[in-house]
């Protein structure tokens, strides 16, 4: 998710409304956010694909690994077509968000910007990311090596308005020396909040450590929880929550409540003050705190670097509640989007194209993002996969055979929801004991049926 917990921080920004403020998110914790230019390349470098001078930027968030990967690509594009520049933009997923929400509001956004799954129906709504269909008509945007399962994604209102740059779904990252250490097998693919509950317990008991790191309690645990009971957070309509029996939730808060005054996980308090927004290499298993820690399967690249490569670590899907069906689903770890704001969009759906489908590229970027979305690429790098990425590549596949379907992207309110209900007066007031969790579950279903009820037409 730390992980993706510290990666939905919320923001507001003036000028684009309650809804812009946005959650989710995929990518890694960052370096302080930089731009740059990259120089021209030497006038010996190979012909140009494009005729005409060209200034593009882009923008994404992501750990240092990706800023250095996608920076390496951008140079080797810039070689191969002489005549485009290519600023770029990279930053810690918060500040990507707050930096991308200004610029909307003034009018000057990059051309291409990396976006999260929660938020492109709200872009796309609002006319900031433009559809993709006619550069896919013209061949400047080549999906002929993507299948339409890791397309679709993308789609708001039957419209692709972002690519897919890669095929992830939520995990515990497990260290299997840990767990040895505590006497415990690994758990089975099928394995309950109950079993966690009594691994954690135990490892702190025989050696110490915390059972897992600080992110369980964000919103995508949320989610998991009722998508493995058959519903959502929110209704496909996005009208109305998506289930109707709060008990398991209030269940799930009461076990984070009792591990974390066990000492099985960080306090919350002591999660902000350690672990929140705070960089990979900080995080409880990367320092040696903890046994295990849910993140994203795309953030393993970057996380088992952190960690230490030598570590031998395992992933593991979602628990499950007892008598449910799996908590995961397949999800596009994130996309890049052409702007509205964009003066070159042609050129921005052709960087995109080499982004996904040129195998050198692909060869530096090596599935960090994800499991990649075009058939060439990821059979050429099968063979070359380090133990991370044939991991996460093996997990992928792995889970894809028991996972649920991916539901619409969260609707317009649903960022109100977790930055000003779920956070502050949900999740906080119950782990800082300040509200019983029947109670504080109570007021989220209250809020956010007044919000999401502004949705009905």
């Known amino acids: ?10 923001l507001q920004v003036a000028g684009m409304g309650a809804g812009a403020a946005a ?20 006038a010996t470098t190979a012909p140009a694909v494009v005729n005409t001078a060209v200034d593009m930027r882009i923008a994404w968030w992501g750990s240092q690994d990706r800023h250095d990967r996608t920076i390496k690509v951008i140079e080797l594009y810039q070689k191969k077509n002489p005549n485009v520049k290519i600023a770029y933009e990279f930053a810690s997923f918060n500040d990507h968000l707050t930096k991308m929400t200004t610029q909307a509001a003034g009018n000057s956004l990059p051309d291409i910007m990396q976006q999260d799954y929660a938020w492109i129906a709200e872009w796309a709504g609002r006319g900031l990311i433009v559809p993709l269909e006619e550069y896919v008509a013209s061949g400047a945007l080549d999906l002929k090596d993507c299948a339409d399962d890791f397309t679709k994604g993308g789609k708001v209102n039957g419209k692709l308005v972002a690519l897919n740059l890669g095929s992830n779904s939520q995990t515990f990252l497990a260290d299997i020396d840990i767990f040895t250490k505590a006497g415990l097998e690994m758990p089975k693919d099928n394995w309950t909040w109950d079993d966690f509950e009594q691994i954690a317990t135990t490892i702190k008991g025989k050696v110490g450590l915390y059972g897992a790191g600080s992110s369980l309690w964000n919103e995508q645990i949320w989610k998991s929880l009722y998508l493995s009971l058959g519903g959502w957070a929110y209704a496909d309509d996005g009208t109305a929550l998506g289930y109707t029996d709060d008990k398991p939730f209030i269940d799930h808060l009461n076990r ?17 003050a350690k672990y929140y927004d705070k960089g990979l290499e900080l995080q409880a298993m990367a320092t040696g705190k903890s046994a295990s820690d849910s993140m994203w399967s795309n953030q393993i690249v970057g996380s088992w670097k952190a960690y230490g490569d ?13 008598g449910g069906k799996s908590s995961n689903y397949i999800k596009p770890s994130q996309f890049f989007s052409i702007t509205k704001d964009s003066k070159n969009k042609v050129e921005a759906a052709k960087f995109i194209s080499f982004f996904t489908n040129d195998l050198e590229a692909n060869d530096i970027l090596f599935a960090e993002r994800g499991v990649p979305i075009a058939a060439k690429v990821r059979d050429a790098l099968k063979p070359k996969l380090g133990k991370s990425q044939t991991e996460m590549f093996n997990y992928v596949a792995r889970v894809s055979n028991d996972v649920q379907p991916i539901r619409p992207p969260d609707p317009t309110g649903a960022n109100d929801i977790v930055k ?26 209250k809020e956010a049926t007044a919000i999401l009820a502004k949705n009905k037409k």
């Open 420 to 445: 000003n209900i779920y956070v502050p007066q949900v999740v906080s007031p119950v782990l800082y004991e300040k509200m019983k969790a029947e109670d504080a579950v109570a007021l989220l279903r």
């Open 256 to 272: 984070l409540l009792r591990l974390s005054k066990a000492g099985a996980i960080p306090t919350l308090p002591d999660a902000m």
């Open 23 to 42: 959650l989710a998110a995929c990518g890694g914790a960052a370096a302080p956010a930089a731009t740059a230019a990259p120089a021209k390349p030497a």
């Open 1 to 10: 998710m730390k992980h993706f917990v510290s990666r939905r921080k919320f």
């Open 310 to 322: 030598a570590k031998n670590l395992k992933m593991l899907p979602l628990p499950r509640p007892a």
